[in-house]
């Protein structure tokens, strides 16, 4: 035996229903906050000075890690990548 029971109502309804909470207050409160801090962070950030951390060598550090990338790549793949030569194809 099935036994089906739809119920066509908004979340708020379910939410009073259930006995639960109306949160919509706090969570606009708390996104705002948070807004706010996202907000002065990125005002503080100083771009030439994130760029000095992340590439200390200048040009030669980018250089550098774009090269570990590309070992690390290559080492992940487990060898020449497809279409390099060596196989008849067909």
Same mark, same amino acid.
């Given at each position: 035996? *099935? /036994? ?7 979340p708020e309804e379910?939410?009073?229903?259930? &006995?639960?909470?109306? #949160? ?9 906050? #948070? ?6 962070? /990125?005002?503080?950030?100083? +771009?030439?000075?994130?760029? *000095?951390?992340? #590439? +200390? %060598?200048?040009? *030669?550090? @980018?250089? $550098?890690? !774009? !090269?570990?990338?590309?070992?690390? @790549? &290559? !080492?992940?793949?487990?060898g020449a990548p *497809?279409? $390099?030569?060596? %196989?008849?194809?067909?």
């Amino acid at each position: 035996m *099935k /036994v089906k029971i739809e119920i066509d109502c908004t979340p708020e309804e379910a939410r009073a229903f259930c &006995g639960m909470p109306d #949160l919509t207050a706090a969570h606009a409160a708390m996104a705002k906050g #948070l807004e706010a801090r996202i907000a002065d962070a /990125v005002g503080s950030i100083d +771009p030439e000075a994130l760029l *000095k951390a992340w #590439l +200390p %060598g200048g040009l *030669k550090g @980018f250089e $550098s890690m !774009q !090269q570990a990338f590309w070992e690390g @790549f &290559g !080492q992940a793949g487990g060898g020449a990548p *497809k279409g $390099s030569g060596g %196989g008849g194809g067909g």
